[in-house]
């Protein structure tokens, strides 16, 4: 792409935030967006990359000194990227959260909501997947919901965002611009990779299980899980492609033997938390993102397989649902979290994602309760039960 091809349009009223641990990522003002499709960006020379670097080469000759780039990647990377360099970021320490800030009505009155598909159409497409495991190659696919909230007015984000926040204290708060105005935001606790010189990370998530009120139940809830052949198996599945598509760019890589638990404000899930050395310190977080997208904990094993069969079931495009949503800067460092928990703000309308690995041993009636769990957090955000 030339550079006399690239409208750089400062906006300095859309802004990025990304939390990672105790810190926020803030960035403000697009100066230059990014669309071109990451089908192939885990080659550094391919077209992907090469935007994206030649982006942030024009930021630091601007002055910039460690541009980064922000954004988010669609769960297809045939379809066109999110993703802009900022004119400003900073990091910060995240703020105490503060429920007390939050008001009781922080939303406009609810006019109406409606699922797709709804919970007869999820359980049909639950019960296809599973004949279709009996006569292919596929061994899990991931089946999502779309929940359309339509108030009374325009939604406040800044207000929802707050909310979200004081609800969850952990995992990846995200907020991104879209380019049609509306906003991607979200609170994701699955990290697909993180980067800093030679180290990574990725800590997978797959099989997960209803948070309960009760102390001893919540416990036996989650012991109940981690011995769940069904979803030990899910998990297995995720861990070892992650494990494969790695290790040929390794010189060291640590996978547990057994998962263990991660606790969400509604879930428990089964997660893996793998780590390594590089060969090739130059290979950058978002080669490694590309290498990795998308995994079998939102798509499905065997991938490509698995796409297809959602393609096929699936009655709506996801677009930047179980994408991945992150940053990277201009040393290739940076992090990508996988795009659940989230919704999409436009105006007065908020729609939220949530989906299911499915395998054979699933259960229709079970996975519809697993999606309807997911959305809670979006919805309880949004001051509405699950």
Sequence with gaps: MRHEDVAIQPDPKRKFLFTSG??????????????????????????????????????????????????????????????????????RTCKEPNGGAVTKRIMPELLAQRSYPDEAGFKRAVQHAIVNFQHSDVRKAV??????????????????????????????????????????????????????????????????????????????????????????????????????????????????????????????????????????????????????????????YPTELAHRLIRFVEPFERGLFTGIVGWCDAQGNGEWAITIRCGIVERDVVRLFAGAGIVEASQPDCEWAEVQTKLGTMLKACGLAA
């Design 143 to 300: 089946l999502s919901v779309i929940r359309e909230l339509q108030f009374a007015e325009p939604v406040d984000v800044e207000r929802l965002m707050t909310s979200l926040r004081a609800q969850n204290t952990d995992g990846y708060q995200f907020q991104v611009p879209l380019p049609d105005g509306s906003e991607l935001i979200g609170v994701s606790p699955e990290l697909l990779i993180r980067k800093n010189g030679r180290s990574f990370t990725s800590n997978p998530l797959a099989g997960s299980t209803r948070r309960l009120p009760e102390l001893a139940a919540d416990r036996d809830a989650g012991t109940e899980l981690l011995r769940s052949e069904k979803d030990r198996y899910e998990h297995r599945l995720v861990v070892e492609d992650i494990h494969r598509l790695l290790q040929p760019y390794c010189s060291q890589i640590d996978v547990p033997d057994q998962p263990s638990l991660l606790g969400t404000a509604a879930l428990w899930h089964l997660s893996t938390r793998i780590e390594g050395q590089l060969n090739d310190p130059s290979m950058t977080v978002l080669q490694l993102a590309c290498l990795l997208h998308p995994t079998p904990a939102v798509c499905g």
């Design 22 to 91: 105790g810190n926020e990522l803030h960035a403000d003002g697009i100066r230059e967006r990014i669309a071109v499709p990451a089908r192939s960006g885990k080659t550094s020379g391919d077209l992907f990359q090469a935007t994206v670097g030649a982006a942030l080469e024009r930021a630091r000759n601007a002055g910039q000194e460690n541009p980064i780039v922000v954004g988010a990647i669609p769960f297809d990377l045939g379809e066109v990227s999110c993703l802009y360099v900022p004119e400003r970021h900073e990091w």
